[in-house]
């Protein structure tokens, strides 16, 4: 007998919290309906042409808005910016909650472009698909802004961490027998 979904829905939750990923904020905005939200599935998708990708619950209040927007950004926070993760993942705000204390702008596209952030990746929406409780956004890459600074966060074992020690070369090697 196979176990039931719940049980492998906590199993996967428990184990996927041992695997460490980087923690990016998501906006856009419509009018003057303006959303964000912490993501922690953000990656490159491809070069030709330069595409990232992320997913968001279809039950959250972001989910309607990016669903109709044509562009958003993706922030990636550094170390000293972890309040903002936080303050993005804060579920049941409002818009003006969101970004009311936030310093912000919007930018040519339309989108909320948080201040002072590591890294902007300014997208043009692209494709999206139905996967399970969540949906996949595809972005098409039409601007990054990446300044110098402390490296992006990640979250791993429902904690946020910094990047850690490089492993040495002598244990990447793969020994044969």
């Known amino acids: 007998m196979e176990p039931s979904k719940e049980k492998n829905a906590e199993a996967l939750k428990k184990t996927m919290r041992k695997l ?3 923690v990016a904020i998501a906006t ?5 309906e303006k959303r964000g939200v912490t993501i922690g599935s953000f990656t490159s998708l491809s070069m030709d042409p330069p595409l990232v990708s992320f997913n968001i619950d279809r039950n959250s209040q972001m989910h309607d808005l990016i669903s109709r927007a044509t562009h958003f950004a993706i922030h990636l ?3 000293e910016q972890c309040r903002l993760c936080d303050h993005f993942a804060i579920p049941g705000q409002s818009g003006e909650e969101q970004f009311g204390k936030v310093d912000h702008y919007r930018n040519g596209y339309g989108s909320p472009i948080l201040k002072n952030i590591s890294a902007i990746i300014q997208c043009r929406a692209y494709e999206q698909f139905k ?3 969540h949906s996949i956004f595809v972005g098409e890459v039409i601007e990054v802004d990446h300044r110098e600074s402390e490296p992006s966060i990640l979250y791993y074992d429902q904690s946020y961490r910094s990047v850690g020690e490089k492993v040495p070369q002598m244990a990447r090697v793969h020994k044969s027998a």
């Open 28 to 32: 856009t905005a419509i009018g003057k």
């Open 131 to 133: 996967a399970g409780d």
């Open 77 to 79: 926070p550094d170390y």
């Open 20 to 22: 460490p990923f980087p």
